[in-house]
């Protein structure tokens, strides 16, 4: 069970030194744990060999108290230490009683004893002597200095001190001031200087202050109540209370409980300011602090910079973290309360609350404004966002003026507006309340709430316009939209100037008209509500114009395919058709079938009847010499019986009002007959028959029954 290393302290009184010491130790069990509290019987042996060997002295003490393992006791109170101690001697521990110890435990291994308990040789050297007197007690005659106006503290043993000068050409007037050292003037009550000066007066260091305290060095000086001064050189610690230097040269620390830890030149001059080293660094206001570094200043109150160079924490509270450089002109500077300047250079955070994470030449001067890093940038807006980008020249500033307005990145960008934002990109501005421009160049979102996505020269100065990209598009009508498209000529802009008018993409297309949609090259939708696609044909130099509102119009030259991908004909459609509000939405057409409830006009633009065709109209011909049953295909059907009689059969009337079949029989020999579909009739009649040449017959359905319109 191991021990703690001896603990040893040798006590002085009076003309003779006791033969006894302290000891203190750490009681173990094999696992390391300490030993149980309680009352312990310890036997203690000294021996000259770490192992083996004879004891040269032993001890019992009853009654020792042991907490958490530990324990303190005297030897020698029973048994005088008398060996010479001028050899090396080894201390061995065995409990005898105690919590759990059942038969004695000697703990291993042994403590060497150090050079404590070897002063005890001192009352055999020759020159320590009694004092014959002096200073209200006994005192050391030590050489080079003197004690006076003893102090004696009764104890076991008693102990007596006194007021000391040690060296040379020391003073110390002060009230049980003590000094060592050279040159050195301990003038303040209970004042100390542990040591240092040098060989001429010049080199004094002076603690005036009522309990001020030198540790030593040169030319240091503590004038206040309880200043400290550890050392180093011309260091002054000059508050009225509690002012400390801990080292360095040239410091000062003139305020109540200012501190400077070390360095040189650094000067606290702020209540409990600090310092911690560095050179030339000033913490002037109070709970200032600067970490170290060079030339910094925390002029605020609770100011703070860590390091660097250069650096200005002057708000309250305000910290620069680092960074600055040699000159002053490098500076980082938190000017405002609460800023923040987290390090780079040339940085200026000159605002309330504001923030600057690094880069170079950035200034905040919007409350609560923020940038990340990056070069030359400006947050001039209340609450105002530049994460970085900017460059080496002012030129190159990413600047957000606006209130709550944002600049992610790039350069040379600009969001003056309320609730702006530019995402990034190069020479970019948003500059009305909302507008946003996510990246590319020379873009500008100059409407309320406008929006561009990227691209080159675009422009959405519409409320609530938007531009998606490509280049030189323009969005001007209130929630007007251009997705992108343009060219790299003005003359190829994608303009949507109508209010909600639509260019989905494409070139030199326009929607000028309030709801009005324009696509493809060199559309131009002028009018409102007016729909214009225009194919590559453009290239011809054609525009294609709307000359009316609310129309809809398609220039395809390759054909406009509904129902096909594989148009024909300027029109091609798969599927049946309906024209006419009064049949639209409610009835359907037949099969590839066409309903049309209006008139309709062939080779007239005014047709004056359901169907009215200016010209000639061609219509299906059948040549027929054997039985057959008429369909939809059929109109006019021309017999020749010159083989013999056959049928001609006519499918049924009904659901096919209005159908007219011509048949005509044009040889002179045999018959042709016509028969109706079932009981249907013909005239009443349940056949019609053509026998001569040249005869024929015009019939119509009723939707039930076959009549003549003409014959002969």
């Not at 960008?413 to 946003?436: E, H, K, M, P, R």
């Not at 006009?601 to 040549?623: F, Q």
Request: hydrophobic residues 35%; neutral net charge; contains cysteine.
């Amino acid at each position: 069970m191991p021990t703690l290393p001896l603990l040893l302290a040798l006590t002085i009184a009076q003309a003779q030194i006791p033969k006894r010491m302290s000891y203190q130790g750490l009681l173990t069990t094999s696992t390391g744990a300490p030993a149980a509290a309680g009352t312990y019987t310890l036997q203690f042996a000294l021996y000259d060999s770490s192992s083996g060997g004879s004891s040269l002295w032993t001890e019992t003490d009853t009654g020792v108290a042991v907490q958490q393992g530990t324990f303190s006791v005297i030897l020698g109170k029973a048994t005088a230490l008398t060996l010479a101690f001028n050899k090396t001697y080894y201390l061995e521990v065995t409990a005898t009683a105690g919590p759990g110890i059942a038969s004695p435990v000697t703990f291993s291994p042994r403590s060497e004893f150090t050079s404590a308990p070897y002063s005890m040789r001192a009352d055999t050297a020759e020159y320590a002597k009694v004092s014959p007197g002096g200073g209200g007690g006994p005192y050391l005659p030590l050489g080079g200095g003197t004690m006076s106006g003893a102090v004696t503290s009764t104890g076991d043993p008693p102990m007596t001190m006194g007021k000391g000068n040690f060296g040379s050409t020391n003073v110390n007037p002060g009230t049980q001031a003590f000094v060592a050292g050279a040159n050195n003037k301990a003038r303040g009550a209970y004042s100390t200087i542990s040591g240092g000066g040098g060989v001429s007066p010049a080199d004094s260091s002076s603690a005036t202050g009522d309990y001020s305290s030198i540790g030593g060095g040169q030319k240091n000086i503590a004038t206040g109540s309880h200043n400290t001064i550890a050392g180093g050189q011309g260091n002054i610690a000059n508050g009225v209370f509690q002012s400390t230097v801990g080292g360095g040269g040239f410091n000062l620390a003139s305020s109540n409980s200012a501190t400077v830890g070390g360095g040189n030149s650094n000067t606290a001059s702020g209540y409990r300011s600090t310092i911690g080293g560095g050179v030339l660094n000033a913490a002037s206001s109070d709970v200032a602090t600067i970490g170290g570094g060079t030339s910094n200043i925390a002029s605020g109150n609770a100011a703070t910079v860590p390091g660097g160079g250069n650096n200005r924490a002057r708000g309250s509270y305000a910290v620069v973290l680092g960074g600055g450089g040699t000159l002053p002109s490098d500076s980082n500077s938190a000017v405002g309360n609460l800023a923040t300047a987290g390090g780079g250079r040339r940085n200026l955070a000159l605002a309330d609350s504001s923030t600057i994470g690094g880069g170079i030449n950035n200034i905040v001067s919007g409350i609560g404004g923020t940038i990340g890093g990056g070069g030359n940038n400006k947050a001039r807006g209340l609450y105002a966002v530049v994460s970085g980008g900017g460059g080496p020249g002012v030129a190159d500033s990413n600047s957000a003026s606006g209130h709550y307005s944002t600049i992610n990145g790039g350069t040379h960008n600009s969001a003056t507006a309320f609730l702006s934002s530019i995402g990034g990109g190069y020479t970019n501005v948003a500059s009305l309340d909302g507008a946003t421009v996510s990246g590319g160049s020379n873009n500008t979102a100059s409407g309320t709430a406008s929006s561009i996505g990227g691209g080159e020269n675009n422009r959405a100065s519409g409320t609530h316009a938007a531009v998606g990209g490509g280049q030189n598009n323009n969005a001007r009508g209130d929630y007007a939209v251009v997705g992108g498209g343009g060219g790299s000529l003005t003359a190829d802009s994608n303009s949507a100037t109508g209010d909600y008018s639509t260019v989905p993409g494409g070139r030199a297309n326009r929607a000028s008209g309030n709801y009005s949609f324009a696509a493809g090259w060199r559309a131009k939708a002028l009018h409102t509500g007016t729909f214009v696609w225009a194919d590559s044909t453009g290239i011809s130099g054609l525009n294609f114009t709307s000359t009316a509102e609310n129309q809809f119009l398609i220039r395809a030259a390759g054909g406009v395919g509904i129902g096909t991908n594989n148009p024909q004909n300027t029109l091609d459609v798969e599927g049946a058709s309906v024209i006419g509000v009064g049949y639209s939405g409610t009835s359907a057409a037949p099969v590839n079938g066409l309903l049309v409830q209006g008139h309709v006009g062939i080779g007239t633009s005014s047709p004056t009847s359901r169907l009215h065709v200016s010209g000639a109209i061609a219509t299906s011909v059948l040549s027929l010499i054997a039985d057959i049953t008429l369909n939809e295909a059929h109109s006019i059907v021309l017999c020749t019986a010159a083989s013999g009689s056959f049928t001609v059969s006519l499918p049924s009337a009904a659901g096919i009002t209005g159908r007219q079949y011509t048949i005509k029989k044009i040889n002179p020999t045999n018959i042709v007959t016509i028969d109706p579909f079932g009981s249907e009739t013909i005239e009443g009649l349940g056949t019609y028959t053509l026998s001569a040449a040249g005869k024929y017959v015009t019939i119509v359905s009723d939707g039930s029954s076959w009549w003549v319109v003409a014959n002969n």
